[in-house]
């Protein structure tokens, strides 16, 4: 077998990596839609206070020759680029996601995706541009091996973040676009695997804070520095899975194997769950959904949210671990996951938007007298069906109950608007968040011929990487 001296888990990643084989017409349509909203979520976030301070960081290099970045002017380096990329698409928590034994965020990759695939472009005249079809194809193939690997391997309850199978991921989709022989690839994935992993500590209280929202930004960067030592002939270090002691198993996942427990293929972008239309955190997204649809139900009975006695939700134990919280909530990423804010903001308004996590709202003492009404549970078959492959639903309850009202309303939401099982009526949704998300951007009068552009095959595919990336710059 070759590359017989690395572990058969890497070899068996990059193997996919690096196959030939090309994937059909609905698994391209859906990874254009998966690009599109990407790109979307990334020009709103260019617009973010919060974000463009980070972005406007002085340590950032700039370079005239550099690879474009989404919805600025900027040119930068190839890494401070896919720092930037993937920091805006995972900003506004609104990014595609995908719930397992671990969650996460296969759409972080594009980060390191994109700029490789400039890079690439930009520094070798010999040859042509990376095509659009070609980063298509390697997003494909990170969605599968990020999300596969979340099936399995669940590294939130050893307290490591899960923005390490970013930094695994993008490792491996930089090297193959790159043009990278498996064999640096394999030094490149071994690198990331034996590299520091973030602590999960920024995505809870007491410390949960702007740091889950670059997070991702800094992993697939990560991921593409990897590579391109890799480039240079960086060793590999073949036993970094399985080295007693020393090696990841051991010494991150406790005695466990690092495992993939199916075929890698095109399950994951064929199955990725979409946030439309709001951006919640996503075990959230049905108890906003249920909560709009009960604020009209309250209104056309004649109650309004002020009347409101209390409100019960039932919910999975991810959501209670992850988003059930009380207390002062201290900035938007510690409201963007605390279920009670997102559905009091749902009841009073009718809506969620970006700007609802942000001053006034977010000190507004009616919202904060409903946030305290707003108790969770767990419901446990909610749990099984979530942890179901055959449903991975992600259902929630609500029950409220008015002054004057004679008996509790209800509503019971298994599968968001996003969700692979609602898929069809999502298409819409997603154009309109796309149109939304561009609303605030010196983009926007651009917005319609974006969209015709990335939902097209015969448009966007034959597009050079370079020429992708300018049309979504300000230049």
Same mark, same amino acid.
């Given at each position: 077998?070759?590359?017989? /001296?690395?572990?058969?888990?890497?070899? /068996?990643?990059?193997d996919?990596?690096?196959?030939?084989?090309?994937?059909?017409?609905?698994?391209?349509?859906?990874? !254009?839609?998966?690009?599109l909203?990407? #790109?979307?979520?990334?020009?709103?976030?260019?617009?973010?206070d919060?974000?463009?301070?980070?972005m406007?960081?002085?340590?950032?290099?700039?370079?005239?020759?550099g690879?474009?970045?989404?919805?600025?002017?900027?040119?930068?380096?190839?890494?401070?680029?896919?720092?930037?990329?993937?920091?805006?698409? !995972?900003?506004? /928590?609104?990014?595609?996601?995908?719930?397992a034994?671990?969650?996460?965020?296969?759409?972080?990759?594009?980060?390191?995706?994109?700029?490789?695939?400039?890079?690439?472009?930009?520094?070798?005249?010999?040859?042509?541009?990376?095509?659009?079809?070609?980063?298509?194809?390697?997003?494909?193939?990170?969605?599968?091996?990020?999300?596969?690997?979340?099936?399995?391997?669940?590294?939130?309850?050893?307290?490591?973040?899960?923005?390490?199978?970013?930094?695994?991921?993008?490792? +491996?989709?930089?090297?193959?676009?790159?043009?990278?022989?498996?064999d640096?690839?394999?030094?490149?994935?071994?690198?990331? #695997?034996?590299?520091?992993?973030?602590?999960?500590?920024?995505?809870?209280?007491?410390?949960?804070?702007?740091?889950?929202?670059?997070?991702?930004?800094?992993?697939?960067?990560r991921?593409?520095?990897?590579?391109?030592?890799?480039?240079?002939?960086?060793?590999?270090?073949?036993?970094?899975?399985t080295?007693?002691r020393?090696?990841?198993?051991?010494?991150?996942? !406790?005695?466990?194997?690092?495992?993939?427990?199916?075929?890698?293929?095109?399950?994951?972008?064929?199955?990725?769950?979409?946030?439309?239309?709001?951006?919640?955190?996503?075990?959230?997204?049905?108890?906003?959904?249920?909560?709009?649809c009960?604020?009209?139900?309250?209104?056309?009975?004649?109650f309004?949210?002020?009347?409101?006695?209390?409100?019960?939700?039932?919910?999975?134990?991810?959501? +209670?671990?992850?988003?059930?919280?009380?207390?002062?909530?201290?900035?938007?990423?510690?409201?963007?996951?605390?279920?009670?804010?997102?559905?009091?903001?749902?009841?009073?308004?009718?809506?969620?938007?970006?700007?609802?996590?942000?001053?006034?709202?977010a000190?507004?003492?009616?919202?904060?007298?409903?946030?305290?009404?707003i108790?969770?549970?767990?419901?446990?078959?909610?749990?099984?069906?979530?942890?179901?492959?055959?449903?991975?639903?992600?259902?929630?309850?609500?029950?409220?109950?008015?002054?004057?009202?004679?008996?509790?309303?209800?509503?019971?939401?298994?599968y968001?608007?996003?969700?692979?099982?609602?898929?069809?009526?999502c298409?819409d949704?997603?154009?309109? &968040?796309?149109?939304?998300?561009?609303?605030?951007?010196?983009?926007?009068?651009?917005?319609?011929?974006?969209?015709?552009?990335?939902?097209?095959g015969? &448009?966007?595919?034959?597009?050079?990487?370079?020429?992708?990336?300018?049309?979504?710059?300000?230049?």
């Amino acid at each position: 077998m070759a590359h017989a /001296e690395f572990d058969e888990i890497m070899i /068996e990643l990059v193997d996919y990596a690096y196959q030939q084989a090309t994937f059909d017409n609905e698994t391209l349509h859906l990874a !254009r839609f998966c690009l599109l909203d990407s #790109i979307g979520c990334a020009i709103a976030a260019s617009t973010d206070d919060d974000c463009s301070r980070l972005m406007r960081s002085v340590q950032f290099s700039k370079n005239s020759e550099g690879v474009p970045v989404v919805g600025t002017p900027l040119r930068l380096g190839p890494i401070e680029a896919a720092f930037q990329i993937g920091s805006m698409i !995972r900003w506004l /928590e609104f990014n595609d996601t995908w719930l397992a034994q671990e969650w996460g965020h296969p759409s972080d990759n594009l980060g390191a995706i994109l700029a490789a695939a400039a890079c690439r472009s930009l520094s070798d005249s010999t040859q042509s541009s990376v095509s659009m079809s070609a980063v298509l194809n390697t997003m494909i193939r990170a969605y599968e091996i990020h999300g596969v690997l979340c099936l399995s391997n669940c590294f939130n309850a050893l307290g490591i973040d899960h923005v390490v199978l970013v930094k695994v991921a993008s490792a +491996i989709a930089a090297a193959q676009i790159l043009g990278l022989s498996k064999d640096q690839a394999l030094s490149a994935l071994s690198n990331a #695997i034996i590299d520091g992993h973030s602590l999960r500590t920024y995505r809870h209280a007491p410390n949960a804070g702007t740091r889950k929202s670059w997070a991702a930004g800094d992993a697939t960067a990560r991921g593409l520095q990897l590579a391109l030592f890799a480039q240079t002939g960086e060793m590999g270090y073949p036993t970094a899975l399985t080295a007693s002691r020393w090696g990841f198993d051991d010494a991150v996942l !406790r005695g466990q194997p690092l495992n993939l427990t199916r075929n890698l293929s095109d399950f994951v972008i064929r199955n990725i769950l979409f946030k439309v239309p709001n951006p919640a955190e996503y075990h959230a997204q049905t108890a906003v959904e249920a909560a709009i649809c009960l604020r009209e139900q309250m209104l056309s009975d004649g109650f309004s949210p002020e009347s409101i006695e209390y409100v019960r939700v039932e919910t999975t134990r991810p959501a +209670i671990q992850i988003i059930d919280k009380s207390g002062v909530l201290t900035n938007s990423a510690d409201r963007d996951h605390c279920l009670q804010y997102m559905i009091a903001v749902g009841l009073q308004t009718g809506n969620l938007t970006i700007k609802d996590f942000h001053e006034p709202l977010a000190s507004d003492p009616q919202l904060e007298a409903l946030r305290q009404k707003i108790t969770c549970t767990e419901r446990p078959s909610f749990t099984e069906s979530y942890y179901n492959p055959e449903k991975r639903a992600i259902p929630n309850a609500l029950y409220i109950k008015c002054h004057g009202m004679a008996e509790e309303i209800s509503a019971l939401i298994e599968y968001p608007l996003g969700h692979v099982s609602r898929r069809e009526e999502c298409f819409d949704a997603l154009l309109t &968040k796309f149109h939304l998300n561009l609303s605030d951007s010196p983009l926007r009068d651009r917005a319609q011929t974006l969209a015709d552009i990335l939902t097209s095959g015969t &448009k966007l595919d034959a597009m050079s990487v370079t020429d992708f990336l300018k049309m979504l710059s300000l230049d």
